[in-house]
């Protein structure tokens, strides 16, 4: 199962464009900031993620502030260009 739910802050948001099959997206950089528990040691992990909405949810988070913090849910995919990865954002909510 490819499922990722990541609480984050939007850090950067591109402005809002189009597919060509007319719908909506947007690009955007998350941040994350915890401590979790590695090998019984308590960890700190600072991570930027690149992220993409599409549809209804591109509109929704591009009215979001930068700074605001979230719940997002959605997939990890390989970016179109490179090797590296691209969280798919299908769904956010408030925490």
Do not use: C, D
């Amino acid at each position: 199962m490819n499922q990722l739910i990541l609480t984050a802050s939007i850090e950067e948001v591109s402005t809002l464009r189009y597919t060509p099959a007319g719908l909506p997206a947007l690009n955007l950089t998350l941040t994350h900031a915890s401590e979790v528990e590695e090998a019984s040691l308590p960890r700190q992990v600072k991570v930027s993620v690149k992220a993409v909405a599409i549809g209804s949810v591109a509109e929704s988070i591009g009215k979001q502030a930068v700074g605001s913090s979230w719940q997002f849910k959605g997939f990890l995919g390989a970016a179109l260009k490179g090797k590296s990865l691209v969280f798919h954002i299908q769904a956010f909510k408030s925490i």
